[in-house]
């Protein structure tokens, strides 16, 4: 199976830890995007990557939060001194090409904060 | 006002009835529109894309009204297994942007 790949699939973190969430897009795709989903809330755009550069991060939370996707290897989304309140579902999806097509989720990773 | 606005619902139904939810979107530049479905605690996945003509895959259709920046899906014969969020989304512009995510509407099919 070549879907889009998330792991962990769920974590747990203590108030003040660092949570590091990994995705693997769908084989040929070039370009990720990150969203996060809140407890009964829609899904808010984060992040937009392609190889080696940040397209789109008008999404992110202005500190304590950073993506990557690196030449080689998954993106990651990272989290430091996590709060209560980033505990969420945190999906990535992968494209092939920016314009006109759709995206493909990976199944999420679940991320509570105690 | 938000990017991508929807009911929220909840809309609950008998199976065979039909439904149908609407959608606005606030930026006049978007370019790409589609439906998206949740189940409960899964990924999104993409029930069918959008077109000003208007596009209908089996019991589902979708119309676009770009004029009133406006999106709907109508679901006929409903299942059990509709019962689920059904997301709308838009992409801004086609020069690489993201899609954007409404808060979606719920749907519960009864027997």
Known sequence: NAGVMQNPRHLVRRRGQEARLRCSPMKGHSHVYWYRQLPEEGLKFMVYLQKENIIDESGMPKERFSAEFPKEGPSILRIQQVVRGDSAAYFCASSPQSSGNTIYFGEGSWLTVV | ?111
């Open chain 2, 1 to 111: 006002r938000k990017e991508v606005e929807q009911d929220p619902g909840p809309f609950n139904v008998p199976e065979g009835a039909t439904v149908a939810f609407n959608c606005t979107y606030s930026n006049s530049a978007s370019q790409s529109f589609f439906w998206y479905r949740q189940d409960c605690r899964k990924e999104p996945k993409l029930l069918m894309s959008v077109y000003s003509s208007g596009n209908e895959d089996g019991r589902f259709t979708a119309q676009l009204n770009r004029a009133s920046q406006y999106i709907s899906l109508l679901i006929r014969d409903s299942k059990l297994s509709d019962s689920a969020t059904y997301l709308c989304v838009v992409r801004r512009n086609q020069a690489g942007t993201a899609l954007i995510f409404g808060k979606g509407t719920t749907l519960s099919v009864s027997s």
